[in-house]
Every structure is written in C-alpha cells, then in structure tokens.
C-alpha cells in the first residue's frame, strides 16, 4: 500500500509513539541525576546543558514562524535560566495572535524536528562509517526528538485545532467536495514522508535504549 495515506497514518503513529517514549525518557534522565546529585539545582543545570541543542531548535522553530507570520516577538531566549525557582530551559514572548497563526507558531517545532530528519536522510548523513560523527548524530537525533514536542502553552493552542478540523471536516461532507492528495504523492511527497518515518524510528529507538539503560542504572542503585 504505497500511497499518501498509509505514510501518513505511519508518521502520525511514530510521533504519537515517540512523544510518550520521550516523555518517559527525560523522567529518567531526571530522577538518574537527582540519584546521582541529590541536588535540584544541579539536576536543572545539567539537563539544560543536556538538551540545549534541542531548547535552541525548539525556540529558533517558534522565533522564525512568528517573525514569517509578522508577529512581533517581545522576548527570545534560548539560553537556560531560573524562574520562579526552577530553571527555564527557552523561551520566546510574542504578542497576541490570532487562532490560525497561533497555531502554526505552536507546532513550529514539530516541523522543524521533521527538517532536521529529512535533512539526515537528504545528504545521506546518518548512519556513516564514523563512529565519532554517527555518536554525535544520535546525540542530536536524541535531543531534537525530545524537545520538537510543543510545551503545555504551546498545546493550548492546538486543542483549538479540533473543532477547526471538524468544522472543516464537515463543510467538506456537506459541500460534497473530494480531496484527492493521491494528485499531490506522486513520488516525492512519499519519499519525504518515508524518510522522516524512518529517522522518527531511529530516534524512537534511541529513547527506548537510554530508558533501559537508565531505569536499569536505577535498579542497580537502589538495590544496593
């Protein structure tokens, strides 16, 4: 079944799959530290630290859709920082917007995670016959698909969506028009689709390997 709709049942599967994942993974990565710190202020540090090139992606996404969409941006940081007695990995402060372009800044680094994936598979970077090269991919590879989800402001706006698709959903139905996007995945369009697929596996992957390695770290820990 090699067609638009099949790839994009995949990809909607291997992003749901890998936010769970990952969401699991930086639980882990947190609780590893605190084991191995027993300080709240250190374990926000180096989590930061951990993820900053992820942070830096995220906040440029959400930065660089707003600037496209003409709203004006107050305040842009990507660097860590404490707030409110915890550390604030990013941030971008942007002025009011309105219900479609708030969505768009909102999923910005969704989008900007699938670039990064498809520009792995485009140039044929990863995998490679470098080991140094191929541990730093996986490291970036790790830190984009864990921060490419949107944060909780962030997912605010997009249960908006839901009742804008359904509306559309509807005037589509009762309008009687077809929407053929078999017109539009004639080679191409596929062939990106599947190459984000394949990186969101490998990235998928990834977070399953450092949760067993971590939750496994744990264990051996605790039952000392």
Avoid at 32 to 61: C, D, N, Q, R, W
Avoid at 99 to 116: D, K
Avoid at 185 to 204: V, W
């Amino acid at each position: 079944m090699d067609n638009i709709y099949f790839s994009l049942i995949i990809l909607i599967a291997d992003v749901f799959l890998l936010y769970l994942v990952s969401r699991k993974t930086i639980n882990e990565i947190f609780n590893s530290l605190m084991i191995v710190t027993k300080t709240k202020g250190i374990v926000y540090s180096l989590a930061s630290l951990i993820f900053f090139p992820g942070t830096a992606i995220h906040e440029l996404a959400h930065f660089f859709m707003a600037t496209v969409l003409f709203i004006k941006v107050r305040e842009f940081k990507i660097f860590p920082e404490w707030y409110g007695g915890r550390i604030r990995l990013g941030t971008v402060v942007m002025e009011k917007k309105d219900f479609l372009r708030g969505i768009l800044v909102g999923i910005a680094p969704l989008f900007a995670g699938f670039a990064f994936f498809w520009w792995l598979s485009a140039f044929k970077i990863f995998p490679n016959s470098s080991l140094l090269l191929n541990a730093i991919l996986i490291y970036f590879m790790f830190c984009v698909s864990t921060t490419m989800f949107s944060s909780y402001e962030d997912l605010k706006e997009l249960i908006n969506t839901v009742p804008f698709l359904i509306l559309i959903g509807v005037g589509l139905y009762l309008f009687d028009i077809r929407v053929d996007l078999n017109l539009i995945s004639s080679g191409r369009l596929i062939k990106i689709i599947k190459d984000i697929n394949t990186y969101l596996f490998y990235s998928l992957i990834i977070n399953v390997v450092i949760v067993v390695i971590l939750k496994s770290f744990r264990f051996g820990v605790t039952k000392k």
